[in-house]
């Protein structure tokens, strides 16, 4: 019997868990004209190559429509890797890297251009040594997504020869609700099975993300307190103070609801929220988070106004200078009721979080770019130092997961002098000055991972389908004919709408200001 390289023990590279070593293999991305090839695949590969992290051998393949020569391919990825990686571009290591790039011209409905694909992927394990091992990278736009695998599987690329592998990596929008993500996963599995799938969510792949689990299970302290006993509250943002950067068309179909907080927010409040697996494997680790989603509790109806609230930008500020509303943006239709913001509070009904809520804010155009997770204990008791007659900050964990990584811990501490007041102060830890290396892009991490075999940090189809069936509940109660709840406006520049803050300010909490 064939054993192909999924099921073969691997060497073992060091990692949030036991991994593989990556091998060579070829890369094959799908939709390689297009602008997350260009700002994040190629300069992701290009500083893996830099910093040695690359077998060699590994190749890349760009697969799509337009003519263009290796040569012309090479030229423009070169332009955009020097525009968009995080270190600058060596000539050497680029004249290197250049040379494992070719462009493969087809229509992604056209057999015939798999056909010439997979000779010429076989001609390059034999000249480059790619082992036949087999990396598909699906970044076209999803309505493609069926052709291309449905023409992987006639060509036979979805099956790994002897010895080699053959993996997917399917890149988000991963479908537009549950119906259209139970299809997708329908659709994958025709070509590919779960263990040679990777659902990309490019959070899981930030190092501070990673770090979550460590900060939980490698240190004893926290373990104890992180449950409903001693934590009042759970908040987590992600702000951007970009607009939609030219992506109208794709965003008036997604939202911010869709967008952010199906997939990234909900990737970081589970590995926030979960039990501790019982190893570090990726599907011990992923039954865990699934476990998260599935408890949430899942709103009726007329109950989303009051847990939800939607926002969209109208003309403002950012840093001095003045943005257009989202209905003045390229492709926005001037009526649009899409959400650019988005602030909701959730609860997860299981043992550990009974009780406790959870509160989700992301937004575009806010006044500030920052993603942080903030676990809020509660208040000491109202005695000794806390019997006054306004009440001491409470201790808060932030997790920050960008910029500035790291964590911090607000506690409360004696002002020096001899009267006796008390002032919240941070315990703060930066990976800039404790590490003094910058961290890879998460597109680097995810990559090397999938040529590994590892995939911890790729959602499973259980866990997408859970949070689909989730943000549905939200997105039908928006889109009912009678009584949808309201869309508020918030000048580009600020916070997002009052009502934001007003969901909080109702249970005698805040948003954390940053
Ligand atoms: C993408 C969203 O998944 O994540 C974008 O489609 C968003 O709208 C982006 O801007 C944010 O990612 P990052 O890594 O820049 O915080």
Redesign the pocket.
């Known amino acids: 019997m064939n054993r192909s390289a999924e099921q073969q023990p691997n060497p073992l590279r060091e990692g949030l868990s036991t991994r593989a070593v990556p091998q060579p293999c070829s890369i094959v991305i799908f939709g390689a004209t297009g602008d997350l090839t260009h700002r994040k695949l190629i300069p992701a590969l290009y500083n893996l190559a830099a910093d040695g992290e690359m077998p060699p051998a590994t190749t890349v393949v760009g697969f799509a429509r337009r003519q263009k020569t290796d040569e012309e391919f090479r030229n423009e990825l070169e332009e955009a890797t020097r525009e968009f990686s995080r270190q600058s571009v060596r000539d050497e290591v680029w004249e290197t890297f250049a040379q494992s790039i070719f462009y493969h011209q087809s229509e992604f409905e056209d057999a015939s251009g798999y056909k010439t694909l997979a000779e010429r992927l076989d001609k390059i394990d034999k000249e480059r040594g790619t082992r036949g091992n087999r990396l598909f990278y699906l970044a076209a736009a999803p309505d493609q997504f069926e052709a291309i695998l449905k023409n992987l599987k006639a060509a036979g690329l979805n099956e790994a020869r002897e010895g080699s592998w053959a993996r997917v990596i399917v890149e ?1 929008p991963f479908g537009h609700d549950l119906a259209s993500a139970r299809e997708l996963n329908r659709i994958v599995r025709k070509s590919f099975s779960e263990e040679q799938t990777y659902r990309i969510d ?1 959070f899981l792949g930030k190092e501070t993300a990673q770090n979550i689990l460590v900060l939980r299970f490698a240190n004893a302290i926290f373990g104890p307190l992180w449950n409903r006993h001693y934590v009042d509250h759970l908040q987590i943002t ?1 702000a ?1 103070t ?1 607009g939609i950067e030219g992506r109208g068309g794709y965003y008036e179909t997604a939202g911010a609801l869709r ?2 907080v199906q997939n ?1 927010l909900l990737q970081l409040l589970c590995l926030v929220a979960m039990e501790p697996p019982t190893d570090l494997r990726a599907d011990s680790i992923r039954d865990e988070k699934v476990k998260v989603v599935r408890p949430i509790r899942r709103y009726r109806r007329e109950d989303v106004a009051t847990n939800v609230v939607r926002g969209q930008y109208v003309q403002g500020a950012i840093n001095g200078k003045t943005v257009a509303a989202y209905r003045e943006e390229e492709k926005v239709k001037p009526d649009s009721v899409t959400d650019t913001f988005v602030a909701l509070r959730l609860y997860i009904d299981n043992w550990r979080w009974s009780g406790v809520p959870v509160y989700l804010r992301v937004g575009k155009r806010l006044p500030k770019s920052a ?1 942080e997770i903030s676990v809020h204990f509660k208040h000491a008791p109202p005695v000794l130092f806390n019997k006054q007659t306004t009440a001491l900050d409470q201790n808060v964990l932030v997790i920050r997961i ?1 910029p500035d990584e790291g964590i911090s811990l607000r506690i409360q501490a004696k002002m020096p002098g001899t009267s006796f007041r008390i002032q919240p102060v941070k315990m703060d830890f930066h990976y800039g000055t404790s590490f003094g290396k910058p961290s890879p892009e ?1 597109y680097e991490r995810l990559l090397l991972d999938a040529m590994s075999g590892d995939a911890t940090l790729f959602a499973r189809h259980d866990e997408v389908e859970q949070a689909w069936s989730f943000i549905d509940l939200i997105e039908n109660a928006w889109t009912a004919e009678k009584d949808a709840p309201q869309l508020y406006f918030y000048p580009a520049g600020s916070w997002g709408p009052e009502e934001a803050d007003e969901l909080m300010a109702r249970e005698g909490r805040a948003w954390r200001r940053f």
Request: proline share 0%; hydrophobic share 35%.
């Open positions: 988000k490019h992600a951007e970009l967008d952010m990234h993603t960008q998460a």
